[in-house]
C-alpha cells in the first residue's frame, strides 16, 4: 500500500506546490483511488512532476463538500476521462464560514461521474466508503463558526456529509480522512471494529490553542487504539508540535510531495 500526498498546506519536496487544501494518491492491491482534489489543479501539477499518471485513478472520492477539498475535481476530470466521483448526501449544500462561500464548485452539483455513495459503501478491491452519519458524536464537536443552509436558512454546520475511505491490504486497515470535522476522537471510537492499524488525514484542530486541554483528550483517545497516525492539512503547525510531544513516535506528518508505503 502506498500513498502520495499530491497536495497539502505544507511541501516537503522542492518543486512541489502547496495549498490549503488536501489531495491523496492511495495505492494498494493493484488499484488507484483519488481521495480529495484540493482547491485548484495544483495537485496535478505536481503530479506530473511527480511523474504520476492520473489515468490510472480508478476511482475518485471526495472527504465532504468544502472547497478545500472539492473544487480540484474539474481539473482532474480534465487528466482522467472514466473515473467516477463518490460523493455523500449533502457534499453540495451552500456551506459557509462567516460571509464566505466554502462549498463546492457549481459545476461539481450536477456532473455525470458522480455518484452519491450509501452510508457503506464496498468500491471492491479492499476500498470501503463508510460516513457514520447515523451515529451522535460522544465527544462533542465544534462548528468553529461554520454554517450550512438546507433550505431554511443558516445553521450550525452538522457536517453529515462527511464521509471516510478505509483502505485494506494485507494486514493492513488504514483510515482516510479529509477533515475530521466530526471529531477524529469519534471517528476512531466509531471504527473501533474495523481493525484500524494507520490512520491518515486533517484533524481539524487549527482553531483550537495548542495549549487547550482538548488536544492532550484528543492525543489520549487516540493513544487508546492500535493505530499509527499520519497527519495534515488542518490539524495546525503548534497543534501537530503538541500532538507530537504527547504521542511520540505514534504520529508523523505528511506534507505534499510525500509518500509513504506500509
Not at 54 to 71: E, K, P
Request: aromatic share 8%; glycine share 12%.
Amino acid at each position: 500500500m502506498k500513498i502520495t500526498a499530491l497536495i497539502e498546506n505544507t511541501t516537503a519536496r522542492e518543486g512541489c506546490l502547496a495549498e490549503h487544501g488536501l489531495s491523496l494518491l492511495i495505492e494498494a492491491n493493484g488499484r488507484v483511488a483519488l481521495f480529495d482534489a484540493g482547491q485548484s489543479g495544483g495537485a496535478f501539477v505536481n503530479a506530473a512532476r511527480l511523474g504520476i499518471d492520473l489515468a490510472s485513478v480508478d476511482a475518485a472520492i471526495l472527504s465532504h463538500g468544502h472547497y478545500d477539498h472539492a473544487n480540484g475535481f474539474p481539473a482532474f476530470f480534465g487528466r482522467n476521462a472514466t473515473a467516477p466521483l463518490y460523493v455523500h448526501a449533502g457534499y453540495d449544500l451552500p456551506h459557509f464560514h462567516g460571509e464566505k462561500y466554502i462549498g463546492v464548485a457549481p459545476e461539481l452539483r450536477e456532473c455525470h461521474r458522480i455518484i452519491k455513495a450509501d452510508d457503506r459503501e464496498d468500491l471492491g478491491g479492499g476500498f470501503t466508503i463508510i460516513s457514520y452519519a447515523d451515529r451522535e458524536p460522544v465527544i462533542p464537536i465544534d462548528s468553529d463558526g461554520l454554517e450550512e443552509d438546507a433550505g431554511s436558512g443558516r445553521i450550525p454546520e452538522q457536517f453529515l456529509h462527511e464521509q471516510y475511505l478505509i483502505v485494506e491490504e494485507g494486514p493492513i486497515r488504514m483510515l482516510v480522512s479529509g477533515c475530521s470535522h466530526r471529531g477524529i476522537a469519534n471517528i476512531m471510537r466509531w471504527s473501533a471494529d474495523e481493525g484500524i492499524t494507520h490512520v491518515i488525514g486533517g484533524f481539524h484542530l487549527m482553531r483550537t490553542p495548542a495549549d487547550d486541554p482538548r488536544i492532550e483528550a484528543v492525543a489520549r483517545e487516540l493513544l487508546s487504539h492500535p493505530a499509527y497516525y499520519l497527519t495534515c492539512h488542518c490539524t495546525g503547525a503548534e497543534q501537530y508540535k503538541r500532538l507530537k510531544e504527547l504521542m511520540g513516535e505514534r504520529l508523523g506528518y505528511l506534507a505534499a510531495g510525500d509518500a509513504v508505503a506500509f
